[in-house]
Each structure stands twice: as C-alpha cells, then as structure tokens.
C-alpha cells in the first residue's frame, strides 16, 4: 500500500478536485479539439443503519485528513435546489476492502461518488480520501486524438514515459493496442483502457461508477473477473456504484444499499472467492439484498449471458 497522507480540502468550493485524484476527461473536451494526430505533445455481519446526523456549522465541515480509513464520511450532506439528496450520509471503507454500493436510481450513490472523487464540493459534513485516487466511470470517455497509449498518461504529473502507460496497458490485457486510436477499440477495451488510466496513478483507492453498465453480458462477465484480479493484485481499496446485486456480490467484500439519503443497510460478503452463484449462501444474500432494494426475488428470472 501507499503512503501517501489524506489532503485537506476547503468545502463549497467549486473547481478542481482534490490532489491526487485521477479523473477521466469532460466530455466537452471533445467538441472543439482537431482529429488529429498529436503524439509529439507531453501529456502530462447485516447491519441496520440508521441515518446520521448533519455535521453544524458548513464553513468548518469538508475535506479532511483520514487517520487509518480509506474512506471516511461523517455527516455528509448534500442539497439541490433545497432538496437533501443525502442526508447526514456516514460511510467508512478500510485501506484494501472492496465496497459495493447499491441503491435505488436516484438515490444519491453517483452525487456520493463525485463527492469522494472531488468533482462536488458543495457539501456540509466532513469527507476523507486517500490523496491518491482515481475514477472510472461507465463511458470510458477517451480522447479520441490521442492514441491509446498518450490517453492512459493523461493528466499525470510531469513527463510521464510511454513505457509507465504500456505497464498499465499490459495489466488490463491491452498491450496489443498501445498504438490504436480509441475509435477502433471494442466497448471492452475502451473500458479497459479507461481502468489503465486509472491504474497508472497507484491509487490508495479507485472509484468505479457502473463501469461495466454499457457492456455486453459475456464481456461484462470478463470485465468483472479482471477488476477483482486487478484489486487482489494492487490492495487498493474500492467502491463501486452499481444497480447489479448479483455483480455486488461476486465482486465485493461488503454491500451497502443507500436508501433516502443515508446508507441504511449493510452486510458481509463472507463467501469464499471466487464466488458461486449457485452457492445457497449467495441466493440467501441476493434475495436480503433484493429485498432492501424493494425487489421480489420471486419475479426475477437469471437471464443467461448468451440470451
């Protein structure tokens, strides 16, 4: 693991995110740049949770050092147009555990991950992160004038050497497209090469936001084995936002399922990997999960990866 300590960061500050934090491009960033060529540029056990309360006085509230956590979320609350989408939200992920987060749509997990990768700012509460994190979320969003290689680089500090994006390149399996445009990828290798950009920072904690939501079911499948190998790998710590309990399951060493602006259930992963979906213990989990989600188990027919 990293050393890096946790940055303090001002809240109700709009702008940029907090140091260290890997973020994939605006999509903005496509509409006025030439298709061309530009490598010669330098690219640089259940729990029922109840909800918590607001932490007094915003001015004083935000980002803070994090002590031993990974994650660290007290209070957290954030408001639209007067509206709380989360509401007095408290959330801790350990330094390498893997967290996945569930929740109706429009619940507030994606405000919750643009909020820990300090992309919203507009917050009352107090939020901890590793300085070294990074995102990925569900469109890969690669630039499409760069070569594959130059995208993975983006953003790093200083001169980076094509031989650091080619390292990450070759951890995801891709090492066969250094050189390709973006628009000649797959949707698979887009999303991996978005996860190389991701890596290449060593981030203490890597944020995932639905990345396998465009995929198709088979390549979904690959994509979820090669996210847990990867985490086995670094140790990193991860949360990943997802609408697939199943997915939760395979991949997470707990689930947590925010419901009204707060996490309002939790519970263990303790299966032994890889995980079996025909494991009774994993249908009893799917089915408490559903469960909290509002789902009847009971209407859901698994549909096969080749349907």
């Not at 740049?33 to 029922?48: G, R």
């Not at 935000?62 to 209070?75: C, N, T, W």
């Amino acid at each position: 693991m990293a050393t890096d300590v946790h940055g303090t960061v001002s809240p109700k500050s709009v702008g940029a995110p907090a140091a260290g934090t890997a973020l994939a491009p605006s999509p903005t960033d496509f509409d006025t740049a030439p298709d061309v060529d530009t490598d010669t540029d330098t690219d640089t056990n259940d729990v029922e949770v109840e909800g918590g309360v607001g932490v007094e006085g915003g001015t004083d509230a935000g980002f803070v050092e994090g002590g031993s956590a990974a994650v660290r979320v007290a209070g957290l609350t954030r408001s639209f147009d007067g509206r709380a989408v989360i509401d007095g939200l408290d959330l801790t992920v350990r330094p390498g555990e893997f967290v996945a987060l569930l929740g109706r749509s429009g619940c507030g997990k994606s405000t919750l991950l643009r909020v820990l990768a300090g992309l919203d700012r507009e917050i009352e509460g107090e939020v901890s992160v590793p300085r070294r994190s990074a995102v990925a979320f569900q469109a890969p969003r690669l630039m499409p004038w760069k070569r594959v290689w130059r995208n993975v680089l983006l953003g790093l500090p200083g001169r980076a050497e094509r031989a650091v994006a080619e390292r990450a390149l070759g951890e995801v399996g891709l090492s066969h497209r250094t050189d390709a445009w973006p628009k000649t990828l797959s949707g698979g290798e887009a999303q991996r090469a978005s996860l190389a950009r991701a890596l290449v920072r060593e981030p203490d904690l890597l944020l995932l936001d639905e990345p396998f939501g465009a995929l198709d079911a088979l390549t979904r499948i690959k994509a979820q084995r090669l996210v847990a190998e990867l985490w086995q790998r670094r140790g990193c710590a991860v949360l990943l936002v997802t609408h697939d309990v199943e997915e939760a399951l395979l991949l997470a060493d707990r689930a947590v399922v925010m419901d009204r602006g707060v996490i309002a259930y939790e519970t263990a992963i303790d299966l032994p990997r890889p995980r079996d979906i025909t494991d009774p213990r994993f249908a009893a989990l799917r089915g408490r999960l559903l469960e909290r989600l509002g789902v009847d188990d009971t209407e859901i027919t698994h549909e096969s990866p080749d349907a």
